[in-house]
């Protein structure tokens, strides 16, 4: 495979990762931020979609298996799950009857809210509709959702509006997802909409945990939210290297790894 093919290759598995997040892009958008020509976004989305990935429409594409997933609630990511839950029981554990809390969207946060049952009196602020489901069953729970664009892929609100919600929202505690911890520890996501929210989010709360699985560290998403220096702790599992640890214990960010 030549040098061309391999960066298409590339750019196309970074298109799909995007529309895996957002649900939809139009070819004008995905041209300006890959700095690519519009019919080089269309032959790409046309490769796509001959691999049945997407469906094309006028001016954009969006993922073929989105509308099951809105009609079924299911979430998009859900690869490593036992990690994930082991994860979350972790996460559960740092929560106390009468807090306050941001869950994020995302199936790790997902599992963190089945396991908030038997805490009394949380208020849950949220942007991901399923999360809201779950939690909205606990009746001692007092349950926020914010505004903002629905995206598909992870059921959730987001964008500007999204974001405004958590202005003048003081919590006690955060559960940040993420799309991907780079090599140089930044947190980074597939696409740009939800990097307001998660700066909000991460304003709003007084401690800030990551939460995160092992094979997150080292992949590097689209867009960067900045260093993970912003967060107390990491929540992973145990599948983290020593070395990797130890660097972000470095970072001044608290390691708890789960069972």
């Known amino acids: 495979m030549g040098n061309k093919d391999m960066l298409g290759q590339k750019r196309r598995m970074k298109i799909l990762e995007l529309l895996q997040e957002e649900g939809s892009a139009r070819v004008a958008y995905l041209s300006e931020i890959f700095d690519v020509s519009e019919p080089t976004v269309r032959q790409d989305l046309e490769k796509l979609e001959r691999q049945g990935y997407v469906i094309r429409e006028h001016g954009g594409a969006f993922l073929r298996s989105m509308s099951q997933q809105v009609r079924s609630l299911s979430l998009q990511h859900t690869e490593n799950l036992d990690k994930k839950i082991r994860i979350a029981r972790k996460a559960a554990e740092q929560v106390n009857s009468g807090e306050r809390i941001i869950l994020d969207s995302g199936s790790t946060a997902t599992e963190i809210a089945k396991q908030l049952h038997g805490k009394e009196g949380l208020t849950v602020i949220t942007n991901a509709l399923n999360i809201a489901l779950i939690v909205g069953a ?94 107390d702790y990491l929540i992973t599992d145990p599948g983290i290297s020593r070395d990797t640890l130890d660097r972000i214990s470095e970072m001044g960010v608290t390691v708890i790894v789960s069972e």
Request: proline share 4%.
């Open 138 to 231: 606990e009746y001692s729970f007092e349950l926020l959702v914010t505004g903002g664009e629905f995206k598909a892929p992870t059921l959730s609100l987001t964008g500007d509006k999204a974001a405004a919600f958590f202005r003048n929202v003081y919590v006690d505690k955060l559960f940040l997802a993420t799309g991907g911890i780079s090599p140089s520890f930044e947190l980074t996501y597939p696409g740009f909409s939800d990097l307001p929210v998660k700066r909000a989010m991460i304003e709003a709360a007084s401690k800030k945990y990551l939460v995160a699985d092992s094979t997150k560290i080292g992949k590097i998403s689209f867009a960067s939210l900045g260093s993970m220096a912003v967060v």
